[in-house]
């Protein structure tokens, strides 16, 4: 019985062993994991557009059970150097950052020559938000020389585009006094007479702006449409949105007519070696969280690859034409990523496998077989030594040998399919004894 036991293991090892060994071969070749540690650059304050989108990005991706970090940061300008500097893995940055910030010119002039950077798409627009004095006689940008305006601190989007603006009408750099403050402070500045204009860059209206937007005796927004097709041809990166009258607030009637703003794209950055896995799930994420209807798009419009600063990664892009892949379409994140990177291993299973689990009976078979014919070596050896065994002690001799041979057989165990060979050998053995009697 062990026999036929060690005989299955050995043809069934054997065949297990190779096709251990092209999993293995191939295993080499298959993706690595999506790393379970995850750095997401924030914004300026818990209240930004910024910090809330990235914290429903860590929930989504915590629901999934990775682990993430969220960095704080000054905005699109520090997000842009923590993901150069490899600090962060994603980040939220404001479109034209990475053409006007620090650096860009330094490397090519379009950061779309940054092979280290990639895009997931944009999420949402953020218009610029320019107020300026009534009494200040200032209501077009070309009039800010010598003024003193308030744009954000260093690092922030808000400085990146008003230095854009500001330059795209001719404004020089030292004509002004650039202001760090942000938010209510500028607001409280502005409306105090500290500063004559103030910027702010925002997808939704804070309190600094609601403040402003309801001191209209004191502050104006400027006005882009007439010059709004301009700016979007000097500056690509900003799309004109529409703030329509009473927009704002139908109670007070703010705006008292339509205002055109200049807004760019906030989009996803990811360095340049993210996994492809996590492209993927990252846009399932911004889907969920943007596709709806904002303040200044329709539902639907966002995320997109409007206006990249960097170049679409390629599954983003393949996502955007097409959507996702069958696999995430109907199976858990994690589950589609383990069948996505294993499919290398179909190759030696479809090429090993196969042929040999066809192999494996005729080999079983011929293994069984061979324990049985073998013994014909000895029977033919005996039918051979005939001619010698006329006298009676030569006829002992090969009695003597049959007799072995029989008394293997009795240890010999075969499965009942091999029967009809093991009992054909008994009778081959009685029909040599025959021709050794006397008689025979």
Do not use: C
């Not at 072995?404 to 008994?426: H, I, M, N």
Request: aromatic fraction near 10%; hydrophobic fraction near 50%.
């Amino acid at each position: 019985m062990w026999a036929v036991i060690i005989t299955f293991l050995r043809t069934w090892g054997f065949i297990v062993l190779l096709v251990a060994g092209g999993l293995g071969i191939a295993y080499r070749f298959v993706a690595p994991a999506p790393p379970q540690v995850l750095r997401i650059a924030t914004g300026p304050g818990p209240d930004s557009a910024y910090a809330r989108a990235t914290q429903r990005y860590a929930a989504a991706l915590r629901a999934e059970d990775f682990r993430v970090e969220l960095v704080e940061s000054q905005g699109s300008v520090e997000n842009l150097a923590l993901l150069r500097q490899g600090r962060v893995d994603f980040a939220l940055m404001q479109g034209g950052v990475a053409v006007t910030a620090p650096g860009a010119a330094a490397q090519g002039g379009r950061a779309a020559q940054d092979v280290r950077l990639v895009s997931l798409g944009a999420v949402f627009f953020e218009p610029a938000w320019v107020f300026v004095r009534r009494d200040s006689g200032r209501q077009r940008l070309q009039q800010l020389n010598g003024a003193r305006i308030a744009m954000g601190p260093e690092g922030s989007g808000t400085r990146a585009l008003a230095l854009a603006l500001l330059a795209a009408n001719a404004v020089a750099t030292d004509s002004f006094v650039a202001s760090p403050l942000a938010g209510t402070q500028a607001a409280q500045a502005l409306l105090a007479g500290e500063v004559d204009a103030a910027i702010f860059v925002a997808a939704e209206p804070g309190p600094a702006i609601s403040t402003l937007m309801a001191a209209t005796d004191q502050v104006e927004l400027v006005d882009f449409e007439t010059r709004a097709a301009a700016y979007a041809r000097l500056l690509p990166y900003v799309t004109p949105v529409q703030l329509p009258r009473s927009g704002f607030s139908l109670a007070l009637d703010l705006p008292a007519e339509d205002i055109v703003l200049l807004a760019p794209a906030a989009s996803l950055l990811a360095k340049a070696e993210v996994h492809p896995q996590l492209v993927s799930l990252f846009i399932r994420i911004l889907q969920a969280e943007h596709r709806g209807r904002q303040s200044f798009a329709p539902e639907g419009r966002f995320p997109s690859a409007l206006n990249p600063d960097v170049p679409l990664h390629r599954d983003a892009a393949r996502w955007y034409e097409s959507g996702p892949t069958f696999l995430q379409s109907w199976m858990p994140f994690w589950v589609a990523v383990t069948v996505e990177r294993m499919w290398v291993l179909l190759i030696p299973l479809l090429t090993l496998a196969l042929p040999l689990i066809r192999f494996a009976p005729p080999l079983y078979t011929w293994q069984m077989e061979s324990r049985i014919y073998r013994y014909y070596d000895d029977l033919r050896g005996i039918e051979a030594d005939l001619p010698d065994a006329l006298d009676p002690s030569g006829r002992e001799a090969l009695l003597a040998r049959l007799t072995g041979l029989e008394a293997k057989l009795q240890k010999l165990s075969v499965p009942s399919a091999y029967g009809r060979q093991f009992y054909a050998l008994r009778r081959d053995i009685a029909w040599l004894r025959g021709q050794l009697s006397p008689r025979g």
